[in-house]
């Protein structure tokens, strides 16, 4: 198993200019796979018994020059698309795009803005602050397991000032796009070096923007070999469209029409007669559920076609899909829309298991925040011109986003060993579970079994790189041992 994640890390050591900041990104990798806690940074150092020491440098590599975010990024993309077995639906991948939002309390962290929480459960508060991320994943699975492997978080709300900062800069690359346009340019990226992809998304994205950039970023990338990327999502219950218009009458005045009568997408449940019963996998299992699909014009000025797919469900719930893809039939619409909310288990299991917005970096450069700021006020970050001031700002979110990109990669290595059949089977028996729900292991039954057995591997892989880099580290940060009287 070390040789296995090894030989994975290893694809990443040509992106970095120097091998001591590469050491470090193996150490936090690693310690991101079994740390027993959330305590940010001192956990890595807690959890693989470093030196002391190792914790001012440890806090520089999240920093560092010697990387770039989007490089890392691409590689990650290619190390899935070699390892993992992932899902294709017409020969296309299976991208999924969300957001999660983190709470965040600290005062001078770079990007922490009010936001509302949507989440139907009483546990969270309506109003939080913190960050807003834009989670990419792609669907991975055998027949035993599905996973939602991530591929890219980053922070997209919060920072649109900085945005200009960036002339001659390098630390870091941060758009001035909103949330919806980012997700979209970020399945662009993934799908090519994946492949041709759906992504599928949430009601929230179904809008104008999303529409016209995906067919402005399809008709730049695509050389004439159909469409790169294609949306399948969820309307609104109040959703408008409407229907072709008549063709205009050979000989008659006037501009043909773009559109025909506008309809409720919801009144058409009004009528059972035209849907049709079938059997789809859905969640895990088996359900009868009945559809009815029509072609219908969206958008008011935009008059896009799209395919609307109504789903009564045995439970009496309601959902009209949609999809730009006009070839893809009722049944696959509804099958992928069903593997969207694989990325909320994701979400569960960086949060909880891995930690990975467990990160604490802040400057003081940040002004401080104003918890009762209207959204009238001026972008706090706005006022600041000082170059010194700029690049530190810069320098803590890139320390915030390449902490989550470690999480990101140690997420996924975690998953691939999930799925891989030399493993799964003697660490799915380590842990007791009072009901298994697969025989594949889960990314936290794997990283209790790392967690127990990480030691004994590497004495036994004295040879190994991650096992040197660790030892040096926990014998000073020279690599030396310190020397008593």
């Not at 802040?362 to 000082?386: C, M, Q, R």
Request: one cysteine or more; glycine letters at 6%.
């Amino acid at each position: 198993m070390l040789s296995y994640i090894e030989n994975i890390l290893n694809e990443f050591r040509p992106l970095f200019k120097r091998l001591a900041t590469f050491k470090w990104f193996v150490i936090c990798v690693i310690a991101m796979m079994l740390r027993s806690d959330q305590l940010g940074v001192t956990s890595v150092i807690r959890d693989l018994a470093l030196a002391p020491e190792c914790y001012e440098a440890l806090i520089h590599f999240f920093r560092s020059s010697a990387y770039s975010l989007d490089v890392l990024r691409e590689q990650w993309y290619r190390c899935v698309l070699r390892n993992a077995p992932l899902t294709k639906c017409r020969n296309r991948i299976i991208l999924v795009g969300d957001g999660v939002k983190q709470s965040k309390e600290g005062k001078r962290m770079p990007g922490v803005k009010k936001m509302t929480q949507e989440s139907e459960t009483c546990s969270k508060p309506h109003f939080i602050h913190g960050h807003m991320f834009g989670a990419l994943g792609v669907i991975a699975a055998t027949r035993a397991k599905r996973f939602c492997m991530p591929l890219k978080f980053n922070i997209q709300d919060g920072l649109r000032s900085a945005a200009a900062w960036q002339e001659g800069n390098e630390i870091i690359n941060i758009s001035d796009a909103n949330h919806i346009e980012q997700m979209v340019r970020s399945a662009f990226e993934a799908a090519g070096i994946l492949g041709k992809s759906y992504i599928l998304l949430d009601r929230y994205f179904l809008s104008r923007t999303a529409l016209r950039l995906m067919d402005k970023m399809n008709l730049e990338k695509s050389s004439g070999g159909g469409t790169l990327v294609e949306i399948v999502t969820k309307a609104k219950s109040n959703c408008k469209a409407y229907m072709k218009p008549v063709p205009k009458r050979p000989g008659s005045k006037g501009r043909p029409r773009k559109k025909g009568k506008q309809i409720c997408v919801l009144d058409l449940f009004d009528c059972p007669d035209r849907f049709t019963k079938t059997c789809v996998y859905l969640y895990g299992g088996l359900e009868t559920v009945s559809y009815y699909c029509i072609n219908l014009l969206w958008g008011q000025g935009l008059y896009r076609e799209l395919r609307f797919v109504l789903v009564l469900r045995g439970t009496g719930e309601k959902s009209i899909l949609v999809s730009t893809d006009l070839t893809l039939r009722p049944r696959q619409i509804i099958e992928l829309y069903g593997q969207r909310f694989s990325c909320e288990s994701l979400f569960r299991e960086m949060k909880q298991q891995i930690g990975a917005f467990s990160y604490h970096f802040w400057t003081k450069y940040v002004p401080k925040l104003n918890h009762f700021a209207k959204k009238e006020d001026a972008d706090k970050l706005s006022g600041i011109y000082d170059s010194h001031a700029r690049e530190r700002i810069l320098s803590a979110v890139k320390a915030i986003e390449s902490f989550v990109l470690c999480a990101t990669v140690s997420t996924g290595i975690l998953q691939l060993i999930s799925l891989n059949s030399r493993f799964s089977a003697k660490i799915s028996d380590l842990r007791y579970l009072r009901t298994k729900s697969s025989k594949v292991p889960s990314e936290g039954t794997v990283m209790y079994y790392l967690r127990k057995s990480l030691f004994l591997l590497l004495s036994k892989s004295p040879d190994s790189f991650v096992t040197q880099f660790i030892r040096e580290k926990q014998d000073g940060i020279f690599g030396q041992k310190q020397k008593v009287g």
